[in-house]
């Protein structure tokens, strides 16, 4: 044997006998098609075809040979290989995917096509009493229907026109000063949970983006990051409160936050470990690691920066947020000074006054 067939195959590759005797190789890689490969491991004509196959290509779903064309579970399928489910944020495909597989398991048989108005509308009423939940929902099969338009499976949008129920909420509770100091009166500098309130509070940035946080980061006194959800490259200034944290939290692992076991966290994962640290601190039900974004913001706010500055910082794309804040903060200040010009320039006394 030559020198090329004495060494293991490279990973993935295996290798078999065919009925004329002649070896066979072929690049079979968990939920991606086979590859032939020519019958010299190593060489390089083997190595050329092997690291072309290797790289990123369109992933094979799992059983898609067994499903029927033009069904749910067709549709579903193909959005899944789809280079517009493929660039979405991590945490939107995780709620799409979990959307589209009960989708898929409730009618993966029935044919894509058939899919009226009148369903589309029946499912989100369902989700009626969550809203949010409706919301996503319709969002959802929405990007589906328009993938399906893309590829020939349908020629119409059933969800065009149709509408989710109206959400009344201001979103995620934003801390308070006086939630702040009460949690930094449970959890001392040094702690995990110190550390995890003053990175989401001094950099404003989400729990996705915070988790993967690490002293490699770290350049020229800023933070450089790049947000998971838009792509969005930041350098944002260390404050100097953050900065004592930092120095006062010692950390050999690549990532400032870890779990117990020095493991980094999961977006989910961290959600409930610092919902565990806020109980212990009696924090109000509804307070939350995205709370202190949007208290950073406010912050930004009250400090007198305008919504382009405080985007700077968050990475905002859309300033219709962040108006919010400055808005807020603007109003507080007029009104201060309202009261206080009236209160100069009043020469009425109140009744009864002596």
């Not at 944020?89 to 799409?96: K, N, V």
């Not at 308070?176 to 949690?183: C, L, M, N, S, V």
């Not at 350098?235 to 990532?255: K, M, N, V």
């Amino acid at each position: 044997m030559g020198p090329h067939l004495m060494r293991r195959p490279p990973k993935y590759v295996q290798a078999f006998l065919d009925r004329h005797g002649k070896p066979r190789y072929y690049l079979r890689r968990p939920g991606h098609k086979p590859v032939p490969l020519p019958s010299m491991p190593w060489s390089p004509s083997f190595m050329a075809i092997y690291e072309a196959a290797m790289k990123d290509g369109p992933r094979v779903e799992i059983g898609a040979s067994r499903i029927k064309p033009g069904t749910v579970a067709a549709a579903v399928t193909s959005y899944f290989g789809s280079w517009a489910f493929r660039n979405l944020a991590a945490e939107t495909q995780r709620t799409r995917k979990n959307i589209l597989e009960r989708f898929r398991e409730q009618h993966g048989d029935k044919r894509i096509a058939l899919l009226q108005p009148d369903h589309v509308r029946t499912m989100v009423a369902a989700k009626a009493r969550t809203p949010q939940a409706a919301h996503n929902l319709l969002k959802t099969v929405r990007a589906l229907m328009q993938h399906c338009i893309g590829v020939g499976m349908r020629t119409n949008d059933p969800t065009h026109g149709i509408r989710g129920p109206k959400v009344k909420t201001d979103g995620y509770r934003t801390w308070t000063e006086a939630d702040i100091e009460t949690f930094e009166a449970r959890h001392a500098v040094g702690s995990r949970a110190r550390l995890a309130l003053a990175l989401l509070l001094y950099t404003a940035q989400r729990r996705s983006d915070v988790i993967r946080m690490g002293r490699q980061h770290l350049r020229n006194g800023a933070l450089s990051v790049r947000q998971q959800k838009t792509g969005r490259s930041l350098e944002i200034p260390i404050h100097p409160a953050l900065q004592a944290i930092l120095d006062a939290t010692p950390s050999d692992h690549l990532t400032f936050l870890t779990t117990q076991a020095g493991k980094p966290f999961s977006p989910a994962g961290f959600t409930n470990w610092f919902r565990d640290r806020c109980n212990e601190a009696g924090l109000p039900r509804g307070t939350s690691a995205h709370g202190l974004r949007k208290a950073a913001c406010r912050r930004l706010a009250e400090a007198g920066c305008g919504a382009n500055l405080i985007a700077a910082v968050s990475g905002h794309r859309s300033l219709r947020e962040v108006q919010r804040y400055t808005e807020a903060a603007d109003q507080a200040r007029m009104a201060r000074s309202a009261i206080e010009t009236i209160t100069r320039t009043s020469s009425v006394k109140p009744r009864g006054a002596v």
